[in-house]
């Protein structure tokens, strides 16, 4: 499978791994507040069909399945599926790889895939998003994020002070991805734009109060471009 191995992780680690990660924790806690946000207002009546791409443990399907009239989440990882399982008693799960076999559902209104996009390969990342366009409803939307930016000001600052380059998903490359397959962009929102060392990505400073004011910096126009982590709302177009 073209997903990197060094981010397949057993469903008993998974969440625990993220909550004592600082960093992930962040962005756990800002992109559970922008979906609490962004999908009534997609939604005003609840998404009548909502499914999960790579739920996981669960982690975003346990915010958006609440809000819908019908959820599904679907995962190649028996393990995390348990988890999910375990949050989501009103949900659908499917144990398959949906780049090996269709994934036998009625048209989609909308899609989340969330930790999935930076860490695939190009070719799956194509393949899924292909598979996405012909799940989803015309004019459904998607709701993605990209946590491994590599244009984030943490990330370029790093580079230059010796570390890796594994990360290749910037949001030009999203983009076209996403255009490619049929989709257009409607909006992106940027996630801890002002985390621009290392060093700020700690727990003191990302749960201290000042947080709120520099957190508004990840609004300003174009700021998503250098955030670490960004929410992107696409609409099948095609
Ligand atoms: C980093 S986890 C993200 C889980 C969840 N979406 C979240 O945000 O917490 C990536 C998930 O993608 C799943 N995955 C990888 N390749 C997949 C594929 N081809 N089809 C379905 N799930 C896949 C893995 O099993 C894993 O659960």
């Not at 993220?18 to 960093?23: K, T």
């Not at 962005?27 to 997609?42: F, G, N, Y």
């Not at 244009?151 to 010796?162: A, F, I, K, N, V």
Request: with cysteine; charged share 25%; net charge positive.
């Amino acid at each position: 499978m073209d997903y990197r191995e060094s981010h397949k992780q057993s469903g008993t680690s998974y969440d625990k791994n993220l909550e004592e990660e600082a960093i992930s924790a962040y962005m756990t806690k800002l992109e559970d507040a922008l979906l609490r946000t962004v999908v009534p207002s997609l939604f005003p009546d609840s998404p009548p069909v909502y499914l999960d791409f790579a739920c996981g443990t669960g982690r975003i399907t346990k915010v958006v399945s609440p809000m819908s009239a019908r959820s599904f989440g679907v995962d190649v990882s028996e393990s995390m599926l348990e988890k999910a399982k375990s949050k989501c008693p009103d949900t659908q799960f499917f144990h398959i790889d949906i780049t090996q076999n269709s994934l036998a559902l009625e048209p989609c209104d909308l899609i989340t895939a969330f930790r999935f996009f930076g860490n695939a390969q190009d070719a799956l990342r194509v393949n899924v998003l292909f598979e996405f366009n012909r799940l989803l409803k015309k004019e459904g939307y998607l709701l993605i994020n990209n946590h491994r930016n590599p244009w984030s000001l943490q990330y370029l600052l790093g580079r230059l002070t010796g570390g890796g380059n594994e990360l290749d998903l910037s949001y030009i490359k999203l983009k076209k991805m996403l255009n490619d397959s049929g989709f257009k962009i409607i909006k992106v929102y940027g996630i801890g734009a002002w985390i621009f060392r290392n060093a700020l990505a700690q727990s003191k400073y990302l749960n201290s109060g000042f947080t709120k004011y520099l957190e508004m910096l990840s609004k300003l126009p174009g700021a998503y471009l250098i955030s670490p982590d960004s929410l992107i709302i696409a609409r099948k177009y095609r």
